[in-house]
């Protein structure tokens, strides 16, 4: 406590005035459905899909973002769990989770539980958002990967359609 006789300058500072810095902090937590170990890669969809088999038996919609580092190895994963028909993805939480886990690119994954393997208008639109937002940054979409059921699986750059 600052002595006021010698410092009267100063003023105390009232405790409701006070205000904490927000902490962001990651951890390490491994997915009992998705093991990796750091050396990790995917050479092509048909590796994506092998990796990410879990995701045809869901009964509701979920997306996996893969981070990869520079030379293409997993880093990290996200997982947004979704309804019966959608799972809501957002820019800006891909972008977070890409930059705190120092990743270079990253995969879009998510699954139909319809098993209709057909990309929606909605798929296209999030797809180019984030890679409109990935850019500002320098990070790359490698892929966007719907997957189905029995390992059928639709890639947007193998059908061209990547935006």
Known sequence: MVNQALFPEQVKVKAESVHYAKRL???????????????FHFPD???????????QDSDVEKILVLYLNTKNRLQCIQIVRGGID??????REIIKHAILSNSNSLILVHNHPSEDLQQSQEDICITKAVKNAAALFDIRITDHIIIGAEGRYLSFVEQGIMP
């Open 45 to 55: 969809p048909a590796s994506v899909v092998t990796f990410a088999k879990s995701l």
């Open 86 to 91: 959608r799972a809501i993805l957002f820019p």
């Open 25 to 39: 902090e990651t951890r390490v937590v491994r997915e009992r459905d998705f093991p990796y170990t750091s050396d």
